[in-house]
């Protein structure tokens, strides 16, 4: 049996690999490829069954470092990504959305845009890849959300109000290490608007990117629980894109779930972005939050596509190879499934 439990992934940035504007390279989610880390192919042979696929708008990429303030008075150096305007998101999010139709059309079958949990279990019978349409960071939106309701209708069910940089609804968490999440004001009063608005169409908040204080505004607003779709544990990794223990015992508390990250950057004890990395860090991050939390808040969020992976994992077909390792530490059949799809089939359904 071994590895051989499908696999729901909390985060991927396959469409921005695949659908970029102004670019037609779909073909290369079809047939099997070398570069990136999910196509067609490598997904069945990974038992990846689907997940959380990213919407993510690139905007004029002007990042920088510089030292920024965090809420307790210490500085840092940070990556601090740059605003992008509304009309730009909106222009990408339109590309991204007709080229994933024609990806899906092309792919005759093989993978569904997915809107109720029976979608994901339909998928689940069918072995057909499960698409969760996910917006990180919603610039597209206007601030008095008059265009969520369509965004709901056309198939979003997931967002995280911000990327790692600032919108009119929330401020994300530049790149720094070693660093707290802690950094900047929270939630604006149309990001509390946007909370309250996801909660009654029933679209999930992701809170990775999110910083400290949008965290706990958001936390306390929600009826719903509390996400995090692709983070690590900060007590192991201090980067700011992962969560401190109150955070993740605030998850815990509302019945949510954390999809643990797989980037080199966020798992390392040291942080540094090398792939030489042993997948028993990413076993390590599961271990920790498993201890802190309880296996039903335990989930899987690749960042396949997006992030820099141990070379030891690769791609999704490496998958089953984490599955197998974490069977050695110790962890059950029942944990495992939980852990691989349970949890975000829970979570989905509330
Ligand atoms: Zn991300």
């Known amino acids: ?114 809107r109720t949990v029976q979608d994901i279990e339909g998928c689940l019978a069918d072995e057909v890849i499960a698409c969760i349409l996910h917006y990180e960071g919603v610039e597209m939106l206007r601030e008095d959300l008059s265009d969520l309701e369509s965004e709901y209708h056309r198939g979003l069910r997931s967002l995280g109000p911000v990327w790692s940089r600032s919108n009119a609804f929330a401020h994300g968490v530049p790149f720094g290490f070693p660093c707290t999440p802690d950094i900047g004001p929270g939630l604006t009063e149309a990001g509390r608007e946007l909370v309250r608005r996801c909660n009654d169409l029933g679209i999930m908040l992701d809170v990775s990117h999110l910083n400290y204080r949008g965290f706990m505004d958001l936390a306390e607003l929600t009826t719903a629980p509390v996400v995090a779709t692709h983070c690590g544990v900060h007590a192991i990794c201090a980067s700011t894109r992962n969560l401190l223990d109150d955070q993740l015992t605030i998850i815990k508390e509302t019945n949510g779930l954390v999809g643990v990250n797989f980037h080199v950057g966020f798992l390392r004890p040291d942080g540094t972005e090398n792939a030489d990395t042993p997948l028993g860090v990413i076993a390590d991050h599961l271990d920790y939050m498993v201890e802190h939390m309880g296996i039903e808040h335990v989930a899987l969020g690749s960042d396949f596509d997006g992030a820099k992976m141990p070379d030891e994992l690769g791609d999704c077909t490496g998958l089953p190879k984490l599955v197998d390792l974490l069977r050695d530490r110790g962890w059950s059949e029942d944990s495992l499934i939980a852990m691989a799809h349970g949890n975000w089939l829970r979570v989905l359904g509330e």
């Open 1 to 114: 049996m071994s590895g051989s439990i499908p696999i729901l992934d909390g985060h991927n940035d396959t469409l921005t690999r695949v659908c970029p504007p102004d670019e037609q390279p779909r073909h290369a989610f079809l047939r099997r490829d070398t570069k990136g880390h999910i196509d067609l192919p490598r997904a069945h042979e990974g038992n990846l069954a689907g997940g959380f696929f990213a919407v993510f708008v690139e905007g004029e990429d002007k990042s920088e470092r510089r030292m920024v303030t965090a809420n307790d008075g210490t500085q840092v150096e940070a990556l601090c990504p740059e605003p992008v305007e509304r009309d730009l998101a909106r222009t990408q999010l339109e590309s991204v959305l007709r080229q994933m139709a024609e990806l899906f059309n092309e792919a005759d079958g093989a993978i569904r845009l997915v």
